[in-house]
């Protein structure tokens, strides 16, 4: 399992500050830090950027690329601020984060990831933007989603598909983190193709009261049976040390060959 | 997924100072403890007790019983220790821990857990005593010991299968590890019952150096993985908060129903 950072987010108050005083040096200084911590990829969440979109995600893409040399996963809705990233974008192929079978924005983020052969993220989302209930219901839209970024000519490789963690606060939020697993295990049948798959750990434990132990636990032990179903890469904050230790032991257990300590 | 504390092990320097000086009130607060941070069962891992073995196991039962009311899981090769201890045990049903296809002490150990309707611990160990190397020889040991012990009058629902975890630090230890998951996995199919099963965790990560955050990374990782595939209990240091907490959320999540906090 390979992890994507995710904490460049424009909604973390530091961030939204850093950006708004156009402070690079912070985001050089965090992007050196996650490629530290251990991350394989830097996801750089901008939100919409309403405002100049091709200026600022050019920013912040310049920035982490000055602080580390690992790949991108450019996580906005905006076709402009994305094109932008992608031209910009020069370690190894950057990954677009992302599309689903939401039509207004299907064609153009399938087109960007045909043009300039990137990754692209495939969210398992209903063409409404909805959550879907089951692990059947993802396993029909990854077959339209799959069938559908094809015919737009993007090769299976770039496909990552995404079948969505939900916080396990909601109702049907555990039944829902079983479907995810579910889907993990079936989709290389259903596809026909071994396809490559991602999963956010932020949003599990949002949204409940906790005690301070239970985070860590419950994204260490989600983790772990995202290992064992299959997960290519895992997108989470990778300063919290105890998920990615339990993720990379996971992935030692779980992969024939020799073992050894110097995954920590 | 229930925990069996294994803290009370006669290979502990304290242990063995507080029995040596018979001071009773060191057992008492130490299960006490157990019982605090989250045991279901006491494991009494007394070494053989080649002197004055009944003796000897009723002050261990004796002191624990004082401490708490769980359940007690009697640790030892010795007959005359055992039946002392399950003539003893009054919280619940004992365990008896444990037997296996080696002759010196199938009849005994089989015998007692008919006569006291107590609970059996069944290692898939050779009948010389050594760790089978994969799935498949333990998986026919499982066949063997489950049939002898019916035969020998314990019921099936008193049997409790040990596929035994190996150290990591052992040459094929992680091909093993991953034997003992598919072990699990195949059990009830193999033997045409919902066993009930067990895995000593504290043998994982020894014998290797290892960095401070590698061993409850890997004790975390695998107990995720081993309820994952239906571990009924793990035999762990229950002062070891991260694999507890890991076990407990792994178990909260796979388990249909409404999802709690109250589980740390």
């Avoid at 200084?29 to 309403?50: F, H, V, Y």
């Avoid at 636990?217 to 990615?244: H, M, N, R, W």
Wanted: proline letters at 8%.
């Amino acid at each position: 399992m390979l992890f994507i950072a995710d904490n460049l987010q424009i909604t973390r108050p530091s961030v939204a500050r850093a950006f708004a005083a156009e402070d690079a040096s912070f985001f050089i200084e965090l992007a050196r830090s996650m490629a530290k911590a251990g991350a394989d990829a830097i996801d750089i969440n901008t939100g919409p950027l309403p405002k100049n979109p091709r200026k600022a995600m050019t920013f912040f893409v310049d920035a982490v690329q000055e602080g580390c040399s690992l790949p991108l996963c450019l996580d906005t809705v905006n076709p402009l601020a994305m094109e932008a990233g992608l031209a910009r974008a020069c370690h190894g192929r950057p990954i677009i984060n992302g599309v689903s079978l939401e039509p207004s924005r299907f064609k153009a983020m399938a087109g960007l990831a045909r043009r300039f052969d990137a990754d692209i993220i495939a969210y398992l989302l209903t063409p409404e933007g909805r959550v879907p209930s089951d692990s059947d219901t993802r396993l029909a839209i990854a077959a339209n989603l799959f069938a559908g970024l094809c015919d737009e000519g993007v090769l299976p490789g770039r496909i990552i598909v995404d079948p969505i963690c939900p916080p396990l606060a909601w109702d049907e939020g555990p039944a829902q983190a079983r479907a995810v697993l579910e889907t993990l295990r079936l989709l290389p049948e259903v596809l026909n193709f071994p396809v490559r798959t991602v999963a956010g750990l932020s949003n599990l434990t949002s949204g409940l009261p906790a005690p301070a132990n239970a985070r860590p636990a419950l994204q260490s032990a989600y983790l772990a049976l995202l290992c064992q179903a299959g997960l290519s890469y895992a997108l989470l904050d990778i300063f919290c040390k105890e998920p990615v230790n339990v993720a990379r032991a996971c992935a030692a257990l779980l992969k024939p060959g020799v073992f050894s300590w110097e995954i920590f």
